[in-house]
């Protein structure tokens, strides 16, 4: 017999987080042109900095914070130091943390990967990360069991929001659907039966076409970047995902993070963001 979950399901905790705090996700990219608009550089003192100020500004009012690995491990150790710091205290706070790490993998190296984030104690341990499922779904088989095993989640990367991904995400599968549909339904089968929802969500850009993808039977979350900087407007989730809307997480990382680097100007920036996506989609 299978080993009982540590705590709640991961899709019970996030519909937890987003009824009280709403389903806005903020990305943590501390890019290096951010760091020069705040006026920091680039050291790892003022990676900590940056992201330090998002967490204390963001931590206890957000859902869901994504910060980009890649930024972090750019800097070697210090800065994977300062993403864990980053990790605990925005948990410590309240918030989910998705780690955007977009790992993929096949076998030991998968597992491996599976136990440095979902493993409950783990150093960088998440609330959930984004995988890549391009060396098939079936690979991914250790993080998302180990995610269920821990109550966290995982979000498959479906139909990603950059233009490069076209060619090969709506390229036609084994299956007759394209590549991003089957990812979709693959995500939708192992959620079956879950409530209130499952704990694999998928990444579908905001800036799709609209109708391109069915999520009607995904039962899990979608992550949907492409809010604002890339173009996507809130009328624009509408179309795309329709009926799935409210297992829809908008996200957002340079449209608040140009703000700073005032906590106070980070907060105004995304209570007005979190009250437009509140009246105009009436979540």
Not at 37 to 61: C, H, I, K, N, Y
Not at 173 to 186: A, P
Not at 244 to 257: C, I, K, Y
Request: negative net charge.
């Amino acid at each position: 017999m299978a080993d009982a979950p540590l705590r709640a399901g991961f899709g019970a905790r996030l519909t937890d987080a987003v009824s009280r705090r709403g389903p806005l996700c903020v990305g943590i990219d501390p890019h290096p042109s951010l760091l020069h608009a705040w006026q920091l550089g680039e050291s790892p003192q003022a990676l900590e900095r940056f992201a330090m100020t998002v967490v204390e500004a963001l931590a206890d009012r957000v859902a869901l914070l994504k910060p980009q690995s890649a930024f972090f491990e750019s800097y070697g150790s210090a800065g994977v130091a300062v993403l864990e710091k980053v990790i605990a205290e925005s948990q410590q706070a309240g918030a989910l943390v998705l780690l955007d790490v977009k790992r993929g993998d096949i076998g030991s190296t998968m597992t491996a990967y599976a136990m440095a984030y979902l493993d409950e104690h783990a150093p960088l341990a998440a609330d959930a990360i984004t995988v890549s499922p391009y060396l098939g779904y079936g690979s991914l088989a250790p993080a998302i069991g180990m995610a269920e095993q821990n109550g966290k989640g995982v979000f498959v990367l479906a139909r990603t929001s950059n233009p490069e991904g076209v060619g090969l995400q709506q390229s036609v599968h084994g299956s007759g659907d394209t590549v991003g549909q089957y990812i979709v339904d693959s995500a939708a089968e192992t959620n079956l039966g879950k409530t209130p929802m499952g704990h694999v969500g998928v990444v579908a850009g905001a800036t799709i076409p609209a109708g391109e993808l069915d999520f009607s039977d995904l039962n899990g979350p979608i992550l949907a970047p492409g809010l604002g900087a890339q173009g996507a407007t809130l009328e624009d989730l509408k179309a795309v995902f329709g009926r799935a809307l409210p297992h829809v997480l908008p996200t957002t990382s340079r449209d608040v993070l140009r703000h700073g680097p005032g906590v106070k100007s980070l907060r105004d920036t995304h209570a007005r963001l979190a009250e437009d996506i509140d009246h105009q989609l009436h979540l």
